[in-house]
């Protein structure tokens, strides 16, 4: 590193103490589909969540950005200080107080979270005129947008910040990156050596100071809508994954590192394979091994000992492990990182477990000495990734300019190898991970190969949002043999976040033969997920030469008949978000044979309020309602994720477990039970169960997901129908075949499985609304069978994923073997729970 203030480590205040044993990483809470306790989060952070709308970080001005803080009220419940660390309140009064240390630091807030908490973001640099971050921000945006040139230009290899973000604390009660962070802070802006002013003339350090403030408060690894924000990327449902994203959009970091516990020794990334295949990856290695060997020899250097502290040496999984914690799906923030730029990105675990039963049971004195330590650990991460960044500026900047302009130039990926990646030790054939990027990918306009006008927006908004290049068609187009209609959206793939565009619109790729066990999901795609038609265009010999626009937002899509009955599909979220708005304001909706909602032309204008506010199309029908639809109310004992989706598709919903149902729940408020963790038929006191069997007797519908669902039927004898478990760990986008019917109908032929389960042994009238494609079902993701070979996708092949039938008390009820509500994947989905809800209901 240039600066000896830089290297020099803090060293840690608390007392050794005998040894802790291995901490409690991320891996211990991988999260199952079908495990978990029933969400109990609050609507009003939903609603923050739902309200998309991300603050723009300032572009005036030149630095330092001075912003007073208003300090929340003191909060003695914030789970920071049983450790001695900064808790949430005191966060906004040091950062006031270092911005009048002197001109390197500026403080903005970035955002606010889904509890209502603030979103701190620093930056650490020399002073800039204004003049000077114009021009910092034309070399940023030539580097992004006209690459070739950039690698040209003296301007940028000379006075261009090579920019460093550091992400701190996105699971809540992985607390110590923050205090680390804030000293790191404080340091900087109080140097006066040579080095120190070098640094920051030539870096910007850009600090997320704490980016799950609700998790920090109540020491939780999720956010307040029980969200873990660090699975979030890709699609973006939390403001907090939201805000961090258009950092990334604005700051185009080339280095990141993010900082997590706890495992013991020290886990530092890049990671074992499966790597992503949408990476240059040859360049991301090469700067992601070096940098990693920097902050081993860092947090090593610090002198703690598995004798005397209980810290064990820091680990590289690349170089370390062979396989179980890979950088596969972009859904972690480091992984997503390298999309936007990042030539480094890391996530970094810290040693010594300080939460959740250790929190609970250890003294406090023992707690405060892991917890410096801890800290200690980050700070020196957090040092020596300066220390590369400054010593390597001018190839990191290199690397980033040269990932882009792969993409714009439509250049084939490289294969690491020793000989291509020099300086990394035993790269082998399971670290190549490349694919075949297509020529463009087109989302077709509606009327004709579109299946959801709405959906089709929602993806193309997405795409602008993560900073994807998406034109649209001016005139009709031919192109590859098919022809589109004008006002088609087009991903031209010869652009420089060709990588970010691949990995949300691809169908992904089967892994299951590649490794044994993933550290989390395998398989997504937006592209076949959210509803909308995606056509993959893989060669164009003559090239994209039709007439088309850039684009930064989808056109509209509502639409209303002038005259007549109206229809609504309920095939997309946003449709049963317009009929619960509907039914909430008294109108009498019915419906038609196909699951579809009949709407009176005398609410006409209504509808046009929700199809402008929402993008849906109320066609015109004289189809003839076969049952009428009420406002459905639902009790649900479901994850956060599902809790959320439900709340966004606008039911009204009655959080329940068996622990409420145990204290005494009034059934007259619920319409329909949805079923899918924390609710256990046989754990209910007599007069739970009692008053469960009377909503069932009276006709209370139920809708049921997974193991638990599957449970609640057979233990209320409800359907005849036996589950079969696949493999818990398999999980991805499968093929499916849905029957015309209210539940599936309409529905897209992909969706998503986590712990997939299928259902044999149909009784008399039991339907079959979705079954399993045949052959193999898998499209992307990882589903091996099981040591005696059941349980895998053959098995499923074919057999009914999603059935329904009528309960003994003259409900309807529907079983889901599938995800359909899965961390907001499959949108294209959601309306599929939405119809059985509103079919199942009172």
């Excluded at 709308?53 to 419940?77: I, K, V």
């Excluded at 900087?188 to 920051?200: F, G, I, S, V």
């Amino acid at each position: 590193m240039a600066s000896a203030l830089l290297l020099a480590p803090v060293p840690a205040t608390a007392q050794p103490g005998p040894p802790p044993g291995a901490g409690d990483g991320d891996g211990a809470h991988r999260e199952r589909a079908a495990q978990g306790q029933a969400a109990r989060t609050p609507a009003g952070a939903a609603a923050n969540a739902l309200d998309a709308r991300t603050p723009g970080l300032g572009r005036e001005g030149g630095y330092p950005r001075r912003t007073e803080l208003t300090a929340p009220a003191p909060n003695p419940a914030d789970k920071s200080i049983k450790l001695g660390l900064t808790p949430y309140h005191s966060i906004a009064p040091r950062l006031n107080a270092l911005q009048k240390l002197g001109n390197r630091v500026s403080v903005e807030v970035a955002g606010k979270s889904a509890g209502g908490h603030q979103l701190y973001l620093v930056t650490v640099t020399a002073p800039e005129s204004s003049r000077e971050t114009r021009e910092q921000e034309r070399m940023r945006e030539l580097i992004e947008n006209a690459p070739a040139r950039a690698a040209k230009d003296r301007r940028v290899k000379a006075a261009y910040k090579a920019p460093v973000l550091i992400n701190n604390n996105i699971h809540g009660n992985e607390w110590e990156g923050t205090d680390a962070s804030l000293g790191l802070i404080e340091e900087l802006a109080k140097a006066k050596d040579r080095k120190t002013a070098e640094l920051l003339a030539k870096t910007r350090i850009y600090l997320n100071v704490t980016a799950n403030p609700d998790g920090r408060i109540a020491g939780t690894r999720a956010n307040a809508n029980g969200f873990d924000l660090n699975r979030d990327f890709i699609t973006a449902t939390q403001p907090e994954a939201r805000a961090l994203r258009q950092i990334a959009i604005a700051k185009q970091p080339a280095v990141m590192i993010d900082l997590h516990g706890y495992v013991n020794g020290t886990l530092i990334e890049p990671t074992t394979p499966p790597h992503g295949e949408n990476y240059e990856y040859d360049l991301f290695l090469k700067n992601s091994y070096a940098n990693a060997l920097g902050m081993e020899k860092a947090v090593n250097g610090l002198g703690y000992t598995p004798a005397k502290d209980g810290v064990d040496p820091a680990v590289i999984p690349f170089r370390d492990q062979q396989e179980g914690w890979d950088d596969w799906p972009p859904i972690f923030t480091p992984q997503y990182m390298p999309f936007q730029g990042a030539v480094a990105a890391h996530t970094i675990e810290f040693p010594m477990q300080v939460n959740n039963q250790a929190y609970e049971t250890l003294p406090v004195t023992e707690l405060r000495r892991r917890a410096a330590i801890n800290t200690d650990i980050a700070g020196a991460a957090m040092r020596a990734t300066l220390a590369y960044t400054a010593a390597h500026r001018t190839s990191v900047l290199a690397d980033q300019i040269e990932t882009f302009r792969r993409g714009a130039v439509g250049a084939a990926q490289v294969e690491v190898s020793e000989e291509t990646v020099p300086g990394v030790p035993g790269i082998g054939p399971e670290d190549v991970y490349t694919t075949n990027f297509p020529r463009a990918y087109v989302i077709p306009a509606a009327g004709r190969g579109q299946r959801s006008a709405a959906a089709a927006a929602r993806l193309v908004d997405h795409l602008v949002a993560n900073d994807v290049r998406v034109e649209r068609a001016r005139t009709n187009f031919r192109i590859a043999g098919r022809s589109y209609l004008a006002g088609s959206y087009v991903v031209d793939m010869r652009q420089p976040k060709r990588g970010l565009a691949n990995v949300i619109l691809a169908e992904g790729r089967d892994i299951s033969a590649d490794v044994s066990t993933m550290y989390d999901i395998s398989g997504w795609s937006l592209g076949l997920l959210w509803g909308a038609s995606v056509e993959k265009v893989r060669k164009a010999p003559g090239g994209l030469n039709f007439s088309r626009r850039t684009v930064h937002a989808a056109s509209p899509t509502g639409q209303v008949a002038p005259r007549g009955g109206l229809r609504l599909r309920l095939d997309d979220p946003k449709e049963i978000e317009a009929l619960n708005s509907l039914l909430g304001d008294g109108v009498k909706v019915g419906r038609a044979a196909d699951g579809s909602a009949l709407v009176p032309g005398s609410a006409r204008k209504r509808a046009a309020v929700l199809a402008n506010r929402l993008g849906v199309a109320f066609h015109a029908t004289k189809a003839k309602a076969v049952a009428p639809l009420h406002r459905t109310r639902v009790a649900a004992a479901v994850s956060p994720g599902e809790l959320f989706a439900l709340r966004e598709m606008g039911f009204e919903v009655l959080p329940v477990s068996t622990a409420v149902l145990n204290a005494g729940f009034d059934w007259g408020k619920a319409d329909v039970l949805f079923v899918s963790a924390g609710l256990e038929y046989g754990k209910l006191n007599p007069a739970a169960r009692g008053a469960l069997e009377a909503f069932l007797a009276g006709g209370g519908g139920v809708v049921g997901r997974g193991a638990v669902g599957a449970a609640l039927n057979a233990d209320a004898k409800l359907l005849a129908a036996k589950p079969v478990r696949g493999n818990e760990d398999a999980n991805g986008v499968v093929k499916v075949v849905n029957v015309a019917g209210p539940v599936t109908g309409g529905a897209p032929g992909h969706t998503f499985v986590y712990a997939p389960m299928w259902f044999t042994d149909l009784g008399p009238g039991v339907r079959v609304e979705q079954s399993y494609g045949a052959g193999n079902p898998l499209v992307s993701g990882h589903w091996r069978a099981a040591a005696d070979g059941s349980g895998g996708p053959a098995d499923a092949a074919g057999r009914a994923a999603v059935v329904s039938g009528t309960t003994a008390g003259g409900a309807d009820a529907v079983l889901f073997g599938t995800e359909p509500l899965f961390r907001a994947h499959p949108k294209g989905a959601y309306a599929q729970v939405g119809r059985a809800l509103l079919n199942s209901a009172h």
